[in-house]
């Protein structure tokens, strides 16, 4: 993931951070925090994790507690007062793992003003899961999607006219009070002659529609899209409240890709991009190299449920006929994948390639 760094205004207000961060805010966490107690006079906070994913295997994680003060002056709000940092390890499903931890308060804080925060890091800085204390406003949802929110659709067939790609569910949950609201899905960018509706688990849409949720319940969604074509549609679906103000966006990509074929814009920059061997069993070299020099160049590897398992940031693509990764079959935890079909995708200025690899048992 790309880093935010610097000081200034721009990074006070949060906004460069938030940038990066909004794309993957919908992708599922392995874990669960909540700050049990926190205690504004003695600093003492308790933190527990709880692993709800069946296979998923944490170590060598960190895990911070930090200490912030709000609103000290008409400019000052959110300073960091004190960060407490510790050995994060948990696997198996239900388990979990319990901190009691002290904050040391400066003297001159005004405690009504402390908050807390808790995350855990991984060892690539990959933050995977953060709580807080601070007030859940009364009318709040959000929503749970336990998959990428980029797909790529590999069992499109141009030739079916009657092709329909139905999504999985996500959820829509009520963290605040009995909320009434309305759903509607927005098409941001897709080719004019495709065709799109939403579903929950007994009806189909075409527009927006009203729904009702108590504290803590959810509902269900899901899109349908029937595409007559190959390319890409961008979309969103708007959860907007009768009692609040607020709008809630939960953005998709939709993509069925002739992975064999290069577009004509793309070549203009790019003339190669290929992995060798392919199959292969242990690991492959993927070879690419451009025209023109190009900075901040990546390669993301993909599973065919459009999960982004493994990311070659920061490629410095220079004219050298012969520029190669290797990828040896791992996430970016260092954990094996599973054999299957995966797509790797080349991205950067004004350049988007995508191919198919197998991986081999």
């Known amino acids: 993931?790309?880093?935010?760094?610097?000081?200034?205004?721009?990074?006070?207000?949060?906004?460069?951070?938030?940038?990066?961060?909004?794309?993957?805010m919908f992708n599922a966490s392995p874990i669960k925090l909540e700050i049990n107690s926190f205690d504004q006079e003695t600093g003492d906070i308790s933190v527990?994790?709880?692993?709800?994913?069946?296979?998923?295997?944490?170590a060598d994680a960190a895990i911070r507690f930090i200490l912030i003060e709000d609103d000290i002056e008409e400019v000052y709000t959110h300073v960091v007062r004190d960060i407490i940092k510790d050995d994060f390890d948990l696997s198996g499903q239900g388990n979990t793992?319990?901190?009691?931890?002290?904050?040391?308060?400066?003297?001159?804080?005004?405690?009504?003003?402390?908050?807390?925060?808790?995350?855990?890091q991984m060892t690539d800085h990959e933050i995977i899961q953060s709580t807080s204390n601070y007030l859940i406003p009364e009318y709040k949802v959000r929503a749970m999607v336990p998959f990428e929110t980029t797909y790529f659709d590999l069992e499109y067939d141009p030739e079916n006219e009657n092709y329909l790609y139905t999504g999985d569910f996500f959820s829509i949950v009520n963290l605040g009070?009995?909320?009434?609201?309305?759903?509607?899905?927005?098409?941001?960018d897709a080719p004019d002659s495709w065709y799109f509706t939403y579903s929950d688990e007994e009806f189909d849409y075409e527009n927006s529609t009203n729904f009702s949720l108590l504290f803590e319940d959810y509902k269900n969604f899901r899109i349908n899209i029937m595409p007559d074509s190959y390319g890409s549609a961008d979309y969103h679906f708007e959860i907007t409240s009768a009692?609040?103000?607020?709008?809630?966006?939960?953005?998709?990509?939709?993509?069925?890709?002739?992975?064999d074929i290069e577009n004509e814009?793309?070549?203009?920059?790019?003339?190669?991009?290929?992995?060798?061997?392919?199959?292969?069993?242990?690991?492959?070299?993927?070879?690419?190299?451009?025209?023109k020099e190009t900075e901040n160049t990546e390669i993301s590897i993909y599973n065919s449920k459009g999960q982004k398992i493994k990311t070659f940031a920061n490629l410095q693509i220079n004219k050298s006929p012969n520029q190669q990764i290797t990828w040896d079959?791992?996430?970016?935890?260092?954990?094996?994948?599973?054999?299957?079909?995966?797509l790797y995708k080349?991205?950067?200025?004004?350049?988007?390639?995508i191919k198919k690899m197998i991986l081999l048992k």
């Open 1 to 24: 993931m790309e880093s935010v760094v610097g000081g200034g205004w721009e990074i006070a207000s949060g906004q460069p951070y938030l940038d990066v961060v909004t794309p993957q």
């Open 48 to 58: 527990t994790g709880t692993m709800y994913s069946p296979d998923e295997d944490i």
């Open 97 to 120: 793992i319990s901190y009691e931890k002290t904050f040391e308060i400066p003297p001159e804080c005004i405690l009504t003003n402390l908050r807390a925060v808790a995350f855990v």
């Open 177 to 188: 009070s009995e909320d009434d609201l309305t759903i509607d899905l927005i098409i941001d």
């Open 243 to 259: 009692n609040s103000d607020y709008v809630f966006n939960i953005p998709f990509t939709y993509m069925n890709v002739e992975t």
């Open 265 to 291: 814009l793309l070549q203009a920059n790019t003339h190669f991009v290929q992995n060798f061997p392919n199959p292969f069993q242990n690991s492959t070299t993927i070879s690419f190299s451009c025209h």
């Open 329 to 342: 079959g791992k996430d970016e935890n260092g954990k094996q994948v599973s054999p299957g079909i995966y």
């Open 346 to 353: 080349l991205s950067g200025e004004n350049t988007r390639i």
